[in-house]
């Protein structure tokens, strides 16, 4: 377990023997580090938490376009085609691309959360996704964040993790609501060029919105919502806070005179659950003025 | 924020709650991208989120031929640009009428050139939908005077203090004007070669642009009967058309009186320790 050097060896259970090693030495209480900024270290001391200290997830891998399944035209050159998107069509499109990526998150937080939970943390806070690619369809997955423990009796028995800096978390917990865990939303959806979608984007067409596209884009992040809703549910949440709403699109050419075009949307949140009583939350805002200059 | 940390029992009731979490539990879920900021000023105004909502619109914007040596509006142009965020809005207040919202705040309304071809751009808004806890004063509705959800780009911040000092939002009002500034004759530019003058035909050109934005932003807001508009935006936009061809936009929230005084408790100065 200890053996720094056999790193090779590893089977991809647990965490990376550096990592489990680096997580004993903290365990044992060795000085604890933190991506806290003094706002985000003020607030949390004001809120009752502890920084425990810095934790990270990290994971390679490979997502090919091997999966094309097809983009469900009618015909190559059919007047027809409809969007496909992973969460609809769990065997076609790019399904199994999507749950790459899915999978590359969930992998990546997980074994921040592992980091956490192994120093005795109730929490991550400031949790910061990247990922990164590394060249030939390698992918690094990486989430890093700031353990923190609870002044309280009470263990939750979980970790809960969230993107929000220290103070955002603080104001959250003093009016009532508590981070529960990072929630995400990918969905991919992909869409045959028709003679339809041809037609309207020639210079010569006028003012006109290209229906495939905005259908293609609507689906596919009304489908990353709805998987997002799923796993809000499914962690017993209220609701959530959106750190981020991405869309990127391109195109593909699987055959010859055949273009497909495909849309990546991703939501990154953090789930949160209400716990004040009271029907009103039990803050109060201050109207101030900060005597400093204005942004112009 | 004032609030005492120990009498309200956190962090362990905070703690507790997350041990008591079971999957499914929750009858309604929400979803919102507003700040933290944003989300609790917004539910200290009497508002409760109910979720995310979205429109959006990939449109083709058409070719406009025109006379160049002309000061013009391009109203091919200045209709599309129109009628690509009309969309957009109205696909978002749609999604908020389903979910029996009483207005949407925190409006983006943004364009993006995306990768589908260059006459091809995305216009998108997303906002978070909200319902009051309160009916509006005087038993009226939250509501516009076409029955739909009020709109506003006002941040969380704005929002709270436009409901505290009475006013409610009705609606984000907008208005765009696509011109094409002259080009110089020949004889123009060479007797301007070096020259420090006035441009009488760009600025009179420009002038033109803006006052045709803002006055059809200020027709909306008429139409929904509104006191006035805050918040305006007067943005220009090269886009992707050169450097004669200039979208003029105009944009804020109109709104309405909630009650005739409009007072706000004096705010307290502080001296932040941050830059």
């Given at each position: 377990m200890t053996n720094v050097e056999g790193v090779a060896d590893w089977d991809g259970r647990g965490l990376p023997p550096v990592a489990a090693e680096r997580m004993r030495r903290a365990a044992e209480g060795a000085a604890w580090t933190s991506l806290l900024s003094a706002p985000a270290a003020a607030g949390l001391e004001v809120a009752g938490f502890d920084p425990a200290g810095e934790v990270m997830g990290s994971m390679v891998q490979r997502?090919?376009?091997?999966?094309?399944?097809?983009?469900?035209?009618?015909?190559?050159?059919?007047?027809?085609?409809?969007?496909?998107?992973?969460?609809?069509?769990?065997?076609?499109?790019?399904?199994?691309?999507?749950?790459?990526?899915?999978?590359?998150?969930?992998?990546?937080?997980?074994?921040?959360?592992?980091?956490?939970?192994?120093?005795?943390?109730?929490?991550?806070?400031?949790?910061?996704?990247?990922?990164?690619?590394?060249?030939?369809?390698?992918?690094?997955?990486?989430?890093?964040?700031?353990?923190?423990?609870?002044?309280s009796a009470t263990r939750?028995?979980?970790?809960?993790?969230?993107?929000?800096?220290?103070?955002?978390?603080?104001?959250?917990?003093?009016?009532?609501?508590?981070?529960?865990?990072?929630?995400?939303?990918?969905?991919?959806?992909?869409?045959?060029?028709?003679?339809?979608?041809?037609?309207?984007?020639?210079?010569?067409?006028?003012?006109?919105?290209?229906?495939?596209?905005?259908?293609?884009?609507?689906?596919?992040?009304?489908?990353?919502?709805?998987?997002?809703?799923?796993?809000?549910?499914?962690?017993?949440?209220?609701?959530?806070?959106?750190?981020?709403?991405?869309?990127?699109?391109?195109?593909?050419?699987?055959?010859?005179?055949?273009?497909?075009h495909v849309a990546e949307a991703t939501i990154v949140s953090t789930a949160i659950t209400q716990f004040h009583r009271s029907r009103e939350a039990p803050s109060r805002s201050l109207t101030y003025l900060p005597l400093k200059r204005s942004r112009s | 924020?004032?609030?005492?940390?120990?009498?309200?029992?956190?962090?362990?009731?905070?703690?507790?709650?997350?041990?008591?979490?079971?999957?499914?539990?929750?009858?309604?879920?929400?979803?919102?991208?507003?700040?933290?900021?944003?989300?609790?000023?917004?539910?200290?105004?009497?508002?409760r989120p109910l979720g995310l909502v979205l429109g959006s619109s990939i449109y083709h914007v058409g070719f406009q031929f025109g006379r160049w040596n002309k000061n013009q509006e391009l109203e091919v142009l200045s209709q599309a640009m129109y009628h690509a965020r009309e969309l957009a809005m109205t696909r978002m207040e749609v999604e908020a009428d389903q979910l029996g919202a009483d207005g949407i705040v925190g409006v983006r309304l943004d364009i993006e050139f995306k990768e589908f071809g260059s006459d091809l751009a995305e216009f998108i808004a997303v906002g978070t939908a909200v319902k009051s806890d309160h009916p509006a004063p005087e038993g009226r509705t939250w509501r516009n005077n076409r029955n739909q959800p009020f709109t506003s780009d006002l941040s969380g911040q704005d929002f709270w203090t436009l409901v505290q000092a009475g006013y409610a939002p009705l609606g984000m009002?907008?208005?765009?004007?696509?011109?094409?500034?002259?080009?110089?004759?020949?004889?123009?530019?060479?007797?301007?070669?070096?020259?420090?003058?006035?441009?009488?035909?760009?600025?009179?050109?420009?002038?033109?642009?803006?006052?045709?934005?803002?006055?059809?932003?200020?027709?909306?807001?008429?139409?929904?009967?509104?006191?006035?508009?805050?918040?305006?935006?007067?943005?220009?936009?090269?886009?992707?058309?050169?450097?004669?061809?200039?979208?003029?936009?105009?944009?804020?929230?109109?709104?309405r009186p909630l009650r005739a005084d409009h007072h706000i408790p004096t705010p307290q100065l502080v001296l932040p320790l941050t830059d």
């Open positions: 997502i090919g376009w091997s999966t094309y399944y097809g983009c469900g035209a009618s015909g190559w050159y059919g007047a027809s085609a409809q969007t496909i998107t992973s969460g609809t069509h769990p065997q076609a499109g790019f399904a199994p691309y999507a749950h790459a990526l899915e999978s590359g998150w969930a992998t990546a937080v997980g074994r921040m959360i592992t980091e956490a939970a192994g120093i005795g943390a109730d929490g991550v806070v400031g949790v910061r996704l990247s990922r990164q690619s590394l060249g030939n369809a390698v992918h690094e997955f990486t989430a890093m964040g700031t353990a923190v423990r609870a002044r939750p028995g979980r970790v809960f993790s969230t993107h929000l800096p220290g103070q955002d978390v603080a104001k959250l917990v003093l009016a009532g609501w508590m981070p529960a865990e990072l929630a995400f939303g990918i969905a991919v959806g992909i869409r045959h060029d028709d003679w339809n979608t041809r037609q309207q984007r020639t210079w010569t067409a006028g003012n006109v919105e290209v229906g495939a596209y905005t259908e293609l884009v609507n689906d596919t992040r009304a489908d990353a919502r709805m998987l997002l809703q799923h796993r809000i549910r499914a962690v017993g949440a209220d609701g959530a806070v959106i750190a981020s709403l991405g869309l990127s699109t391109w195109e593909i050419e699987p055959g010859e005179g055949h273009t497909d | 924020m004032t609030a005492d940390p120990t009498q309200l029992g956190i962090p362990e009731d905070a703690m507790r709650r997350l041990a008591e979490m079971r999957p499914g539990q929750a009858t309604s879920l929400f979803t919102s991208d507003l700040s933290v900021n944003e989300f609790l000023l917004v539910r200290e105004a009497g508002f009002v907008m208005g765009t004007c696509v011109y094409h500034i002259a080009h110089q004759r020949f004889w123009q530019a060479m007797n301007n070669i070096g020259q420090n003058v006035e441009l009488p035909q760009f600025t009179e050109a420009l002038y033109d642009a803006r006052e045709l934005a803002m006055s059809r932003m200020q027709a909306e807001a008429e139409a929904l009967h509104a006191e006035g508009i805050v918040g305006v935006q007067l943005r220009s936009h090269g886009h992707r058309w050169g450097g004669h061809t200039t979208e003029f936009f105009a944009i804020g929230t109109a709104v």
